[in-house]
């Protein structure tokens, strides 16, 4: 079955930086979008990033742009978001997903925190 499993959250202090993972498995990765999303408390879950299979292509949410970056493995079935110049606004819980056979699939999210 479709996995995704994320790593590498943590509490970091504003202007750090932090590198997120998500290893999938069950599913040709290759071949799939994927995509970072985030959920802050209270707030609705928000689009990060996405990056596409072919080119790859990737995209950004406006409060994202020029602070952090996706990229992808397809040899190690993982993809990244690479957080720079972090802010307290940028805190919350980090989600990878993507569409299978017109599923929608998550994984369990990982906590960031920015915080002094």
């Known amino acids: 079955q479709v996995q995704l499993v994320e790593s590498g959250g943590g509490l970091v202090q504003p202007g750090g930086s932090l590198t997120l993972s998500c290893v999938a498995s069950g599913f040709s990765f290759w071949k799939e979008t994927m995509y970072w999303y985030r959920q802050a408390p209270g707030k609705e879950r928000d689009r990060v990033a996405l990056i596409s299979s072919f080119g790859p292509m990737t995209d950004y949410a406006d409060s994202v742009k020029g602070r952090f970056t996706i990229s992808r493995d397809n040899a190690k079935n993982t993809v990244y978001l690479q957080m720079n110049n972090l802010n307290p606004e940028d805190t919350a819980v980090y989600y990878c997903?993507?569409?299978?056979?017109?599923?929608?699939?998550w994984g369990q999210g990982t906590q960031v925190t920015v915080s002094s």
């Open positions: 997903q993507t569409r299978v056979s017109g599923l929608d699939y």
